[in-house]
């Protein structure tokens, strides 16, 4: 079942969500090679702390950590490590907090230091994939509009969309319906009604689209150990058009 929102509850989630985006920009400030993924953990739970939020990820189905960090072959849910960035990485950042009973859900894609032109291009590539979905979160829309720009865009590109891992709605719950797969067809799937609040999530590879776990349980990785880009918005559909409340 969807939930809907009300017009007061969207306000919560956009305060909660302005939070998230500072401290994201305060984690990407961060990056550079040599520091550990653990080091921005430690960092990412101290501005929770100073913002007085809760993170939405620690122990969210036994994860240990406040914050994933994704790098290179990793396409999701990587375990922050005392391992150090190195120039050349490809590292996402995804995090979730709760801000007065509402998850909000953010992930960037950064490059450390300086990476192939390959690597940049695809960065680029599922970033303006998401903005792509994000302009088409409107009334009347369904989800199948928003799966179809990623998959249009990211394949145009010459790179391929992860289809065993989703978009969702979000809200009272980290992880609501509808699902908001990163493929599909224009006019199908569940509409976009007023109300509806989304974490729009494309995941795009440079090589095979194919998954596997990888050994610690909770990290995706691509199968061939090619390059993955991950970014996150949580988006609300109101009658003005979408609402970025990650912003």
């Known amino acids: ?8 509850e969207i306000e919560i989630m956009a305060r909660g969500g302005q939070i998230l985006a500072k401290i994201i920009r305060e984690l990407k400030a961060k990056v550079e090679p040599g520091i550990t993924t653990q080091e921005l953990n430690e960092l990412t739970q101290k501005l929770i702390l100073d913002y ?7 122990d969210y189905q036994g994860f240990p950590k406040t914050l994933c960090t994704s790098i290179n072959e990793q396409i999701v849910h990587a375990i922050p490590s005392k391992r150090e960035l190195t120039d050349g990485d490809i590292l996402s950042l995804d995090l979730g907090i709760v801000y007065q009973g509402f998850n909000l859900d953010m992930a960037v894609t950064l490059p ?19 903005r792509r979905a994000i302009t088409r979160t409107k009334i009347g829309k369904r989800v199948g509009d928003l799966s179809q720009a990623i998959q249009k865009h990211v394949e145009d590109q010459g790179f391929e969309v992860v289809r065993d891992l989703c978009g969702h709605g979000i809200g009272k719950k980290l992880h609501e319906d509808p699902e908001i797969p990163n ?3 224009r006019h199908k799937g ?34 061939d150990s090619s390059i993955s880009v991950h970014f996150e918005h949580t988006i609300a559909v109101t009658e003005k058009g979408p609402k970025i409340l990650t912003k």
Do not use: C, N
């Open 1 to 8: 079942m969807i939930s809907i929102k009300s017009p007061e």
């Open 52 to 58: 007085g939020v809760r993170p939405a990820f620690k």
């Open 112 to 130: 450390v230091g300086s990476v192939d032109p390959e690597a940049g291009r695809l960065i680029r590539a599922t970033k303006k994939a998401l």
């Open 183 to 185: 493929f599909g067809q």
């Open 190 to 223: 569940p509409e976009l009604k007023i109300g509806m609040t989304l974490a729009i999530e494309p995941m795009a590879v440079m090589g095979k689209p194919g998954i596997k776990k990888g050994p610690d349980g909770f990290t995706y990785q691509t199968i």
